[in-house]
Every structure is written in C-alpha cells, then in structure tokens.
C-alpha cells in the first residue's frame, strides 16, 4: 500500500515538473514572437526562473510543519500564477506596451511558487515512509527530471500546435490542480479529517475555476488583444507552428482598400506600395542577368527563397521567358493562404497557381544545404526575400553560410542573386552588413535602395559571384515589362546613390559563430 501511494506521489511529482518547464518555454516563446530575441528572452526567463526557484525553496522550510495543507496552497498558486502567465505578459505588451517588466515579475513569482514544491513534495514522500534522505532525493529528482523530459517535448510538438501558447500554459495550469487533487485525496485523503479535506478541495475548486475561466475566455482574449497591436481591422488571423499570420484590412481616405499582412507582428506587405518593393527586389536581377546574356530570351529558371506571399513570384512571371520558378518557403499555411486567400490571391494575381511554379514547403538553409541532383546549380536567377533579421533563426538566413551554398549549389554559371537587405536609413549597419557578408562569401555586391512609404527607405543587394571575373552587377532593367509601376531607369540609376549619412561603413560580416547582423538591426530599429 504504501508503495502504491509513493509511486503516485512521484509521479504527480513528475508531472509537476512538466507544467513547470511548459510554463518557462511559453514565456521564451511569446518573447520570441513578441520582442523578436530568442536569446535574450530565454536567458532572461530561465536565469530568473531557475533564480526564483531558489527562493521559494528557502522560503518553503517554515511550511515543513504542515505540508500538505501548504502544498495545496502552493499548488494552486502555481497553476494560476503559471497558466495565467502568458496570458498576462501579453496583455501587458498588447495594452501597455510594458513587456520585459512584466516577464521579470511573472517569472519570479512563477519560479519561487515552483521551488517551493520540491522541499513540500521531500516531506510528503518522508510522511509515507521514512528513508534515508539522500535515496529519498533520488526518488524525486529522477521523477522531477523524466517529467521536466515529458514538459520539453510536449510543449512543442503537443502544447504549441494544438492549444498555442496562452491556452497551453492555461492547461498546464490545470495539470498542476490535477495533481494536487490525486495527492490530497487519493495519497493522503484516508488520512484527513472531512474539514481538511473540504478546504483542500475548496482552494483547488477556486483555482480550477480560475484557470478553467481563463481556458475558456482565452480566445476571446486574444482576439481583442491582437486588435490593440494593430491600427486597421483584423479580417484573417492564422497560428502555425513556425509563426502567426495576420491580415488586416482598411479603407483609404480615397476609398481604396489597404490590406496589409504581418508575420509575428512585423508587416510584411501593404498593398497600397508592395508593387515599390516587389519591383525592385526582382526586375534589377532579372535585368542584370538579361544584359549579361544578351543572346538569350531571358532567364529560364528562377529560386525565390522566402517571399511564400507570392508578390515575388508574381513579378518574376512577367517575364515571358521564365519557365520554371520554385518558391521555398518554411511556412505550408503561409503558401496556402498564397493560393487560397482571396485578398492576397488578387494582389499576386494567382501566381502560386501557375504551372510554372513549384512550391517547397523547406527551411531555405537545410534545402540550399542539402541541394543535389538536376536542380544543383541550375538557376539563373535566385531572389532572397526573407523577413528582417531580428531573431537569431532568422539572422542565419543572412550569413556567409548560406550566401556561400547559394553560389555554390544553386546558382548556375552566369548567375545573378537579389538580397532584400533592410532599410539603409533605420539600420545602415545591418544593411552594409549584408555587403560585408557577400564579399566573405565569394560574392560582388551592388548596393540600391528606394522609397516604400510602408517602409521607409529600403535597401537590397545585387550580386554576382566574384570568381566568375566581372565586377559588380550592372543596375539595368534590360528585357523587363513596360508597364511597371514604379521602376524606370532613372529611378534605378538614382537608387544606386546613397546620401554620406547613410554611405558605407565599416561593420563586420555575419556568420553562424558571430551573427553580427543580429545586433546591428536590433540596435537600428531600437532608435525608432
């Protein structure tokens, strides 16, 4: 019998551990998609966690005395303090704009609350049966460890793409009031008294109701958060396991819809200028390449890395001819809404449905990476249409790495590769950075820029690789369509002149060791 209640114990125990470790990651996770640094918001969770952790355990030892009525207490407190966390530091940054504050004091509280299990959880394996504390601790260690295992695989892989981060630390959070209840009334209950065990049950009761509240009201919640981050109506919200989708539509003084999409938050397109962008990003290599083989149609065969919004894609298609363009994109969801989405289907005018385009669904650094067979450097033309490098999983889609095997496994002979850079004016480093990175990598580089009033003053590389013997790309529109709309020849002969405020600098290049780019868009856009 009582080997039956302390393998109960033990296991509740473990499954303690894993609600607190679901509780760390969905903190680093909304940090992630929130603020954009991954590392520094996974340093700062866990260092103030594990910190905390410490504290409550010191701050548990007056509680040894009676610990179960405490643990109760504690427990509770754990699974509305946790489950509610994430839930409070979004509100914090979606009403207040006060993030970081927020996760300082939700971890600690969290932590402490957690630390104080352990001593509490030791004492009531001790009131079984007593045992040598050092085989006791070994018990509940190994437990606290395999459920810490438990906790880190399904917050990702369960938690994450089922529930998502708000609802899964609010069921995290009913997990911990399961396992008060199995301890209170299955391991110890013959043993409390019926006032006892009504006030144990009365303090889970309220705190399942709490959380339980929370569960249900948290996509309500979410919705009329996500609306404070933006100016203009929410008409599509989508989470996927890679990022969060939003597509917000308005009208304009003129009466002309402005839809616009964000990715994490971050905009990525407006349709009232995403032509600007989309133009220059593509039509300048496709031109380099057409005035470098003058005897040739046009490009046949183009890589767009990123862009699975499709205006890339879309603007690659004018050319008559291309007759092959693979997109690849990390996000399956991101390039069905491409498709399907009737917003952003008018806007890249069906390109993903064209039977010239094939879509992969891949991170581009393992696909570059793992790049063999017909495809291997076989495109004339490659387009790097990533998001701005404000996380590390991003900053190694901007290193000497990638740009390197992009020359090396997939571009053809004669080749001509388009960057977008960022803006030359908000983060000037992190734009010549992307200079600096090219030339590491075995590339000549053209640096351009030109207005977006989405985005202000944005910039893009042109490159060639530098062992094919010619210098840097010329800036041409050679065999492009006559009906842009907004690059001509003298807009891209004046896109090559940047003002001495924003010329070139000395800065360093990105690898994967040092992901200097990292830092300098950080630092840029923190001006603004």
């Given at each position: 019998m009582r080997r039956g209640r302390r393998a109960l114990l033990l296991v509740a125990a473990g499954a303690c551990a894993a609600c607190a470790l679901v509780y760390e990651l969905a903190l680093v996770a909304l940090g992630g998609v929130l603020i954009g640094s991954s590392i520094t918001q996974t340093s700062l969770v866990i260092s103030l966690f594990v910190f905390a952790l410490g504290l409550g355990a010191l701050a548990a030892k007056p509680l040894l005395g009676r610990p179960?009525?405490?643990?109760?207490?504690?427990?509770?407190?754990?699974?509305?303090?946790?489950?509610?966390?994430?839930?409070?530091?979004?509100?914090?940054?979606?009403?207040?704009?006060?993030?970081?504050?927020?996760?300082?004091?939700?971890?600690?509280?969290?932590?402490?609350?957690?630390?104080?299990?352990?001593?509490?959880?030791?004492?009531?394996?001790?009131?079984?049966?007593?045992?040598?504390?050092?085989?006791?601790?070994?018990?509940?260690?190994?437990?606290?460890?395999?459920?810490?295992?438990?906790?880190?695989?399904?917050?990702?892989?369960?938690?994450?793409?089922?529930?998502?981060?708000?609802?899964?630390?609010?069921?995290?959070?009913?997990?911990?009031?399961?396992?008060?209840?199995?301890?209170?009334?299955v391991v110890f209950g013959p043993s409390l008294t019926r006032r006892a065990r009504a006030g144990a049950v009365a303090v889970l009761a309220a705190g399942t109701i709490a959380v339980g509240g929370g569960l249900a009201y948290a996509d309500r919640f979410e919705v009329s958060a996500r609306q404070q981050l933006y100016d203009d109506p929410i008409v599509l919200s989508e989470r996927t396991p890679y990022q969060e989708i939003d597509i917000t539509e308005s009208l304009t003084l003129g009466g002309a819809k402005d839809v616009r999409l964000f990715l994490n938050g971050d905009l990525q397109l407006s349709s009232r200028d995403e032509y600007r962008y989309h133009e220059s990003l593509v039509h300048p290599a496709l031109g380099a390449w057409s005035a470098a083989h003058a005897d040739a149609a046009g490009p046949r065969r183009v890589l767009v890395l990123g862009g699975g919004d499709g205006m890339a894609v879309r603007e690659v298609l004018r050319r008559p001819g291309v007759a092959h363009v693979r997109l690849v994109d990390l996000d399956p969801e991101m390039t069905r809404l491409a498709r399907e989405d009737p917003r952003l289907r008018e806007m890249n005018r069906g390109s993903l449905r064209d039977?010239?385009?094939?879509?992969?669904?891949?991170?581009?650094?393992?696909?570059?990476?793992?790049?063999?067979?017909?495809?291997?450097?076989?495109?004339?033309?490659?387009?790097?249409?990533?998001?701005?490098?404000?996380?590390?999983?991003?900053?190694?889609?901007?290193?000497?790495?990638?740009?390197?095997?992009?020359?090396?496994?997939?571009?053809?002979?004669?080749?001509?590769?388009?960057?977008?850079?960022?803006?030359?004016?908000?983060?000037?480093?992190?734009?010549?950075?992307?200079?600096?990175?090219?030339?590491?990598?075995?590339?000549?580089?053209?640096?351009?820029?030109?207005?977006?009033?989405?985005?202000?003053?944005?910039?893009?590389?042109?490159?060639?690789?530098?062992?094919?013997?010619?210098?840097?790309?010329?800036?041409?529109?050679?065999?492009?369509?006559?009906?842009?709309?907004?690059?001509?020849?003298?807009?891209?002969?004046?896109?090559?002149?940047?003002?001495?405020?924003?010329?070139?600098?000395?800065?360093?290049?990105?690898?994967?060791?040092?992901?200097?780019?990292?830092?300098?868009?950080?630092?840029?856009?923190?001006?603004?």
């Open positions: 179960l009525p405490a643990f109760v207490v504690v427990e509770t407190g754990v699974a509305v303090v946790g489950g509610f966390s994430v839930l409070a530091c979004y509100a914090a940054f979606a009403y207040t704009g006060v993030y970081t504050p927020a996760v300082v004091v939700v971890s600690l509280l969290c932590g402490a609350l957690v630390g104080a299990e352990l001593p509490l959880l030791m004492e009531l394996l001790q009131r079984i049966r007593r045992q040598a504390a050092a085989r006791a601790m070994a018990d509940l260690t190994a437990a606290d460890y395999v459920g810490a295992l438990l906790g880190g695989l399904s917050f990702p892989f369960v938690l994450l793409p089922l529930l998502g981060q708000l609802r899964g630390a609010l069921a995290a959070g009913l997990v911990n009031l399961a396992c008060a209840a199995l301890i209170v009334l039977r010239r385009v094939t879509v992969t669904n891949a991170d581009a650094f393992g696909w570059v990476r793992r790049l063999s067979g017909p495809d291997a450097r076989s495109y004339d033309v490659v387009i790097v249409d990533f998001p701005d490098p404000d996380d590390l999983g991003l900053a190694r889609l901007y290193t000497a790495e990638i740009y390197g095997m992009i020359r090396t496994r997939a571009l053809a002979p004669g080749g001509v590769m388009a960057v977008q850079s960022g803006s030359p004016y908000f983060a000037p480093d992190a734009f010549w950075s992307v200079g600096a990175t090219l030339r590491l990598a075995g590339w000549r580089g053209r640096p351009y820029h030109v207005d977006v009033p989405t985005f202000g003053d944005w910039g893009f590389w042109l490159a060639t690789p530098a062992a094919a013997g010619r210098g840097a790309p010329p800036l041409t529109l050679a065999g492009a369509p006559r009906d842009l709309r907004f690059l001509s020849a003298d807009v891209l002969r004046a896109a090559a002149a940047f003002p001495p405020d924003r010329g070139p600098r000395k800065v360093r290049a990105t690898t994967l060791d040092r992901p200097a780019i990292l830092d300098y868009t950080r630092r840029g856009w923190s001006d603004y």
